[in-house]
């Protein structure tokens, strides 16, 4: 089946819109579901809306303080608008099942084209009618399993979207009403560090990394700049005082945090997750170390960890060799720089001092956001360009793992590892691919980086992993001394990688 071409303003998300394409056109003779999720400013309603006027569907924004009339009224409105009918001409009255029916009828004078109708921010749907998804199952069975005598016949398609990723989640989980019954189930993520750069148009390789470390690939966060991209260092430095330090600025961090936090419902008690963020922030990773940071049990740890997991502001990081605890990082660039950056320079931020405030601040930034990030983009390059930009590696798993040294009586940490395809996680006698150090400090890496991560791969060999062809990758951040270049230049078993190999390629 053929996609639709993708509208050019919607730039780098292909494969999704092919697989909305193909929802949307699949016509079956029955009704489809699907569930379109992530976080905000990803994109998910510009994509939508597109696709609703590539398909005469029907968009239905849900709005958060609706009650239940009033989000049914606007509904009502919406369909007889689409049909040119006066609203007061529908009397649906309190029944959500009778409308959805009508959202499924075709619009007249395009009888043969499959029903496609898209309910954005489902959850706040949910808040006042939690029995939609019971209604959808019972319509989605019917047109499947049950008689329709009498019945018009249900086909097309139904998209549920929504922020609240817990809520967007739980629907098709366990013994929900939807569970096994979405034919789609997209989950929106943010642009990779590549495309980033492109769609914001930075030429200077340290100005995107710099300006990705702090907003990640968020789409949205371009369009609240409300100015050109930065474009060199000097740059940077006027677009985070100015902007993301700024209170009124679309891209304030502390109000934009806020608001992301506020999206999930579970998420109602600021006092608890503020508090466990700064402290992954700051260095805190297990359960224990983050309690012991704000004064919490483990157990009360643990369960706000979950919940932050589950809203996706937490993530467990596995060690890729070892079976031990997991440890917890925070994902979100921009929640990163306000727990890091912004909150310990409120009194200054709150008397107007921004430059000053971001040059307290630096610190931090280099430490707490900048080191983290440029760990994930050398686990990212890994993960998803290595093999095909490095000859002999191929895709595996990549993650990072810790590594005792017992005659050193010290534990040594690896921020890359790549096992050889195939291979599972947390088992004896893996092969490993790769084995690597990122580091974005000011200093460039020298030959003792070399012998530390050559130290590594004999310790793993001597724990029983195959480490004889494992390529020794330093990543930095400000290059190498010549004394590492020249070792470097002789031996095939030695990567060099820096911002020009991480991004590759030049800006399109």
């Not at 049914?72 to 369909?79: F, I, L, N, T």
Request: with cysteine; glycine share 8%.
């Amino acid at each position: 089946m053929s996609t639709i071409p993708i509208p050019p303003h919607l730039r780098f998300r292909d494969e999704e819109w092919a697989k909305l394409t193909r929802f949307a056109r699949h016509g079956n003779g029955a009704l489809r579901i699907g569930v379109v999720s992530g976080r905000r400013r990803l994109g998910k309603s510009h994509l939508l809306r597109a696709l609703c006027e590539e398909n005469s569907g029907t968009y239905l924004l849900a709005v958060q303080e609706d009650s239940r009339p009033a989000a049914q009224a606007r509904v009502v409105e919406a369909v007889a608008r689409a049909r040119g009918l006066p609203a007061e001409s529908l009397r649906l009255g309190d029944d959500w099942a009778a409308i959805l029916r009508l959202l499924l009828q075709p619009r007249p004078g395009n009888e043969e084209a499959s029903p496609l109708l898209v309910l954005d921010e489902f959850p706040y749907l949910l808040r006042h009618s939690p029995e939609l998804p019971g209604l959808l199952q019972s319509l989605y069975d019917e047109t499947r399993y049950e008689s329709s005598a009498g019945r018009e016949t249900l086909h097309g398609g139904i998209i549920l979207c929504g922020s609240a990723l817990s809520v967007m989640h739980e629907l098709l989980s366990g013994q929900q009403a939807l569970r096994g019954r979405a034919t789609l189930d997209l989950r929106l993520t943010p642009l990779g560090f590549r495309a980033a750069r492109r769609f914001w148009n930075i030429e200077d390789l340290h100005t995107a990394f710099l300006v990705d470390a702090a907003c990640g690939g968020i789409p949205g966060y371009q369009v609240l700049a409300e100015h050109d991209a930065p474009q060199n260092p000097a740059d940077f430095d006027a677009f985070a005082a100015g902007g993301l330090l700024a209170p009124g600025h679309p891209l304030y961090s502390r109000t934009e945090t806020e608001y992301l936090l506020r999206e999930d419902p579970r998420l109602d008690q600021r006092a608890t997750y503020y508090p466990l963020l700064s402290a992954m922030v700051s260095g805190a990773t297990t359960p224990t170390e983050i309690g012991a940071r704000i004064g919490k049990e483990r157990s009360t740890t643990a369960h706000a960890l979950e919940v932050l997991e589950a809203a996706g502001y937490a993530q467990r990081d596995q060690d890729l060799l070892k079976k031990r605890s997991p440890s917890y990082l925070v994902p979100d660039p921009m929640i990163r720089f306000n727990q890091a950056v912004t909150i310990p320079q409120t009194p200054l931020i709150d008397a107007g001092r921004y430059e000053r405030a971001w040059q307290q601040a630096r610190p931090a930034f280099q430490s707490q956001v900048l080191g983290p990030h440029f760990e994930h983009l050398a686990r990212e390059w890994t993960r998803r360009w290595a093999p095909d930009e490095v000859p002999g590696l191929d895709f595996g798993w990549v993650g990072r793992t810790e590594v005792p040294d017992p005659t050193a009586r010290t534990k040594h940490e690896v921020d890359v590892a790549l096992l050889g395809p195939g291979e599972s996680p947390r088992q004896a006698h893996r092969t490993i691919q790769l084995l690597g150090e990122a580091k974005a400090t000011t200093a460039p890496r020298g030959a003792k980086d070399l012998e530390r991560l050559e130290h590594i791969r004999a310790l793993l060999a001597r724990q029983g992993h195959h480490t004889e062809g494992a390529v020794l990758a330093l990543f930095s951040l400000h290059g190498f001394w010549p004394d590492l270049e020249a070792l470097a230049a002789h031996r095939d078993d030695v990567l060099l990688i820096s911002l020009p190999e991480l991004y590759n390629r030049p800006l399109a």
